[in-house]
């Protein structure tokens, strides 16, 4: 029983670890957004689309880069 809550627990934290270039941009993408919402006053839709939009083209990239990883590895 320990043995599956153990290889639970690593898919768990390796879905938000696997790909660290992923989780830093976002993780950099939400602080730049939060210190324009609180020190530029930036409006909140303007902010969420922000978050939005970088969200998609972090993920695009990553999506992108492991790709052209698995075509090089052929």
């Given amino acids: ?5 153990k290889v639970a627990l690593k898919e768990f934290f390796g ?3 696997d ?3 992923l989780a830093l941009a976002a993780l950099l993408l939400i602080a730049i957004v939060g210190v324009l919402v609180k020190f530029a006053h930036v409006d909140a839709l303007l902010a969420a689309a922000l978050l939005l939009f970088g969200c998609l083209l972090i993920l695009a990239e990553s999506v992108g880069r492991a790709a052209r990883q698995k075509f090089q590895r052929k």
């Fill in 1 to 5: 029983m320990m043995s599956i809550l």
């Fill in 15 to 17: 879905m938000f670890i």
């Fill in 19 to 21: 790909d660290g270039a």
